[in-house]
């Protein structure tokens, strides 16, 4: 079982900066692609930004502009996020889309997830 740990939230005021990262703290035979999620309270979660094994990312419409995702390393992704916004606060939930054996099936596998707020 993939175990995904994130760091990073927290709270900030509008217009201001956080920097949230994921690392995969066991084995991973390959990753498809890495994101993250977001869900804010009462609504469904939605897609933010996420990066594939040959580091093209794809971003949401609402945060074009303002957040970059990044892969650090083979198991760790980051997301910076700039100029936030009060409709930014949300759980962010990391995502990795991988196998742990040749062969193996892919699967969606998720972090925690870390708070974000912003708020003055």
């Known amino acids: 079982q993939v175990q995904l740990v994130e760091s990073g939230g927290g709270l900030v005021q509008p217009g201001g900066s956080l920097r949230l990262s994921c690392a995969a703290s066991?084995?991973?035979?390959?990753?498809?692609?890495m994101g993250w999620y977001r869900q804010a309270p009462g609504k469904q979660r939605e897609l933010v930004a996420s990066?594939?094994?040959?580091?093209?990312p794809n971003y949401a419409d609402f945060v074009k502009g303002r957040f970059t995702i990044s892969r650090d390393n083979a198991k760790t992704v980051s997301l910076q996020m700039s100029s936030l916004k009060p409709e930014d606060t949300a759980v962010y939930y990391c995502?990795?889309?991988?196998?742990?054996?040749?062969?193996?099936?892919?699967?969606?596998?998720w972090g925690q997830g870390t708070q974000v707020t912003v708020s003055s």
């Open positions: 066991t084995s991973i035979f390959s990753i498809n692609t």
């Open positions: 990066v594939t094994i040959d580091g093209s």
């Open positions: 995502n990795f889309n991988a196998r742990v054996s040749w062969g193996g099936p892919w699967r969606d596998y």
